[in-house]
């Protein structure tokens, strides 16, 4: 398993932008997805994106389409999220995961369950209020 550890997260206004980091151990081999998980507080953690392994392809939930951006250091062993328009019900704990998996269910939209990676991180919290 690649160990993770998260930072950029801290307090933003509604409307304002935050940067997450996911730094790895390792460099991150092709076969890894990465995931960025949401959890609010008292609800479930919850896929808000994903970059597959292989192609990179990135995946949305449809929360954070167009507001989020998830992507990947030249050397591969950092991946980012970049949250813009922030929103109140943004705001909980962030989570980057690691794992030879697929990134979205078999429709191919569902990003993938928490309970298919095997690598976490311990979190970032994430605030929005104003």
Known sequence: QVELVESGGGLAQ?????RL???ASE???D?????????APGKEREGVSCLSAVQGSAYY????KGRFTIS?????NTVFLQMNNLRPE???VYYCAADIVLCTSRDGITLAPPEDFGSWGQGTQVTVSS
């Open 27 to 29: 460099v991150i081999n």
């Open 31 to 39: 076969y890894y997805s990465i995931g960025w998980f949401h959890q």
């Open 21 to 23: 980091s996911c730094a």
């Open 90 to 92: 943004d705001t909980g």
């Open 72 to 76: 990947r250091d030249n050397a591969r």
């Open 14 to 18: 509604p409307g304002g932008s935050l």
């Open 61 to 64: 939930a449809d929360s954070v």
